[in-house]
């Protein structure tokens, strides 16, 4: 029975899809390395070989995620017996998800099998165990990733630093190197809105207090 290949990747600056098709092209060796058959759509003529969600990130519970449903159809439908990804947690980073994914396959003997990583057996407790505990791990270092930004925004705006978001009045966000398209963004002064700013803070008129 043939095998499906999954990829994702959770942000595709470039929006070129280069750093999925990485995943894409391990996979396949994979796939070749293992004698194993890859599924492709008959129904489609343009058909990649893999089935992709890019720039999606799966860190929340219910993200939309096509190419991913279109792969668990496949399996509950019986048309493929594993699914081949990168890693795990191409597939899943929350332990809530993964569970509910082994308990839907559980009786229709999927494996999993990873370029990265040592393969599941979701026919087996042992093959169960150890999928939970990648996403386990998975979820842990998306819960401190989260909590390492969280307390950089904490520790900006004690600061005084800009957090990001939209630009304050009389500045302006502009890329810390043009060059580099991956690059931070940081505030410069908008000359013309900061001038006309002054302006306006000059003439205003002073509050008087009436003691009321």
Request: hydrophobic fraction near 40%; charged fraction near 25%; aromatic fraction near 6%.
């Amino acid at each position: 029975m043939p095998v499906a290949i999954y990829a994702r990747i959770s942000s595709d600056r470039k929006a070129d899809a280069a750093n999925v098709q990485i995943q894409v092209t391990e996979c396949l060796q994979l796939v070749k390395g293992r004698g194993l058959t890859l599924y492709r759509n008959p129904d489609s003529s343009s058909d990649r070989g893999a089935y992709v969600d890019n720039n999606v990130s799966v860190g929340k519970i219910g993200s939309i995620r096509p190419d991913w449903d279109e792969v668990r159809r496949l399996a509950l439908a019986g048309t493929i017996d594993a699914i081949v990804a990168w890693a795990p947690d191409r597939l899943y980073r929350l332990a809530e998800e993964q569970a509910a994914f082994a308990a839907e396959m559980k009786h229709k003997g999927i494996k999993l099998h990873f370029a990265t990583s040592p393969d599941a057996d979701l026919t087996t407790p042992t093959g169960i165990f150890h999928a939970g505990l990648n996403a386990l791990m998975a979820q842990h270092e998306n819960d401190l990733k989260q909590a390492r930004i969280v307390s950089k925004k904490k520790q900006q705006a004690i600061d005084g630093e800009w957090n990001g978001g939209r630009a304050p009045l009389g500045y302006k966000a502009v890329p810390s190197d043009p060059k580099e398209p991956r690059s931070k963004y940081k505030l410069v002064k908008n000359p013309p809105v900061a001038r006309a700013l002054k302006k306006a803070i000059g003439t205003a008129p002073a509050f008087v207090d009436s003691g009321s």
